[in-house]
């Protein structure tokens, strides 16, 4: 059985932002730099946290603040940044997020790292548009990278037809709009209007306190914890904990506490709400 090696994560944010005529890492969907935010997802399933950048970004405000792997061979696109990463760190396996998803968020990030499998070249999501793999938002294992390397010195430099030719895992996403990057000034407009809306579910993403007992406790390491969910259900939130820990239970093993009451798995789930899920107790 091959052991994980520990994940790093890489926001790519050394892109010139030629077509939104600024730059993308600056734009706020969330209240604050969209650099900011993407990092924050990304910290939350990371041991450690890099920004990916330029050598002449690397002393720019928003950029200086944080964690930098510095491009070795600028000028090629994302690869460069994925590539120095995998240098800086041979040991390590990176989760590459790119700075231009808004619609990322943490729960999409565990997920793939919960169906991870280090065996592969990477790890990968799915593209909801055509099917073929997205390397931006993607685990790269250490095993890329004198594969990606070489594919530098050849001239090549699209991280998509790598991980094409190579045995990636690709996972379905679970959410498809939420790898849809932004580009241009109309896009910024349409994706901040969607996020307002809570269209995706990001803005209606709620804090939700799961307590633990018995086994959960056990499996979870913990007796209680505040989550940021879209779960709309305690059908939904049990499915995304299963992602999280080694919860095996089915749902028709248990039962649902929401505040205190026993309540129905399709109870609908808000803001500040507690939510406990009983395992079978043995002795009856």
């Given amino acids: 059985m091959t052991v994980a090696s520990t994940l790093f994560g890489l926001i790519l944010a050394g892109g010139a932002s030629t077509r939104m005529q600024r730059d993308k890492a600056a734009l706020a969907y969330h209240g604050v730099p969209q650099l900011q935010w993407a990092y924050d997802q990304v910290a939350e399933v990371c041991a450690a946290s890099f920004v990916s950048v330029r050598p002449d970004q690397r002393d720019e405000p928003k950029r200086a603040t944080l964690p930098q792997i510095v491009d070795r061979t600028p000028g090629i696109g994302p690869i460069a940044g994925i590539a120095a990463a995998l240098q800086e760190h041979p040991k390590v396996a990176w989760l590459v997020v790119a700075c231009d998803l808004p619609f990322v968020t943490a729960a999409t990030l565990r997920h793939l790292v919960a169906h991870r499998d280090p065996q592969r070249v990477a790890t990968a999501y799915r593209s909801a548009h055509d099917n073929l ?3 931006l938002c993607a685990i790269w294992e250490p095993a890329a990278r004198e594969g990606v390397l070489a594919q530098i010195v050849a001239g090549k430099q699209c991280p998509r037809k790598f991980l094409i030719n190579s045995n990636a895992l690709l996972l379905d996403l679970p959410d498809s709009r939420a790898l849809d ?3 241009t000034v109309d896009e910024f407009s349409a994706a901040s209007a969607a996020l307002r809306n809570g269209a995706l579910g990001v803005s209606s993403r709620k804090a939700i306190r799961v307590h ?5 406790r056990e499996q979870a390491q913990r007796s209680e914890e505040q989550l940021e969910t879209s779960a709309q259900t305690p059908a939904e939130l049990y499915t995304e904990l299963q992602a999280r820990y080694p919860f095996q239970l089915a749902r028709e093993q248990l039962k649902v506490a929401v505040n205190s009451d026993f309540s129905d798995w399709n109870t609908a789930l808000r803001n500040g709400d507690t939510v ?5 107790v043995a002795g009856g």
Avoid: C
């Avoid at 633990?212 to 959960?216: D, H, I, N, P, V």
């Fill in 133 to 135: 793999p997205e390397p």
């Fill in 181 to 183: 990057n932004v580009n």
């Fill in 212 to 216: 633990y007992y018995a086994l959960f």
């Fill in 276 to 280: 406990v899920f009983i395992p079978p």
